[in-house]
């Protein structure tokens, strides 16, 4: 789909692409092929994750299929900006977590001549669109929206469903606290959680006394 040694011609912009879906869906299996064919390519490549994701590795992105790539941790947007200069191709794991910049500081890399190659979750685990995602997406000349399988129903999975008890926005986490679920099992999930709240609340109050 993607030509490598396009980077290598004398184009003035660059572009971005974005892969996107819910956990378990191989976001980050499919960045690191794009980013190694970049490689193979014999194109100048780096890897960027923000800082809080140090679940498998601080210095390496690691898909769940083990999978893995070294990477650059940073703590901000403005930080992978001032480290991303003089590369071919860049990319960008778990973006949701980056600050609302990281849409600019790809636009700019872009119009620089930098292949932008992005991953993170389209929604958050209420359904909702997630952080700066939904405005790269708008953004990117390229959009693959990958799926994982609904653990209830067999069906494509959009949803990531939050299985622990934590209303934390940002949760990392696998599958002890995610679940992968198609619209129909994600809804009536929620509908279910939703339903068993106020009697939880009551018993915590009669608890409490």
Known sequence: MFLENASHNTAAFGWIEVICGSMFSGKTEELIRRIKRAQFAQLNVVMFKPVMDDRYDQNKVVSHDSSQIDATPVA?????FDQAQEYDVVGVDEAQFFDPLIVQVCNDLANKGVRVIVAGLDMDYT????????ELMAMAEYVTKVHAICTRTG????FSFRTSQNDDLVLLGEADNYEPLSRSAFYAAMRHDRSKKPQEDHLDQDASK
């Open 76 to 80: 901000s947007a403005k930080e992978l």
């Open 127 to 134: 359904g909702k669109p997630f952080g700066p995602m939904p």
């Open 155 to 158: 069906q494509l999975a959009h």
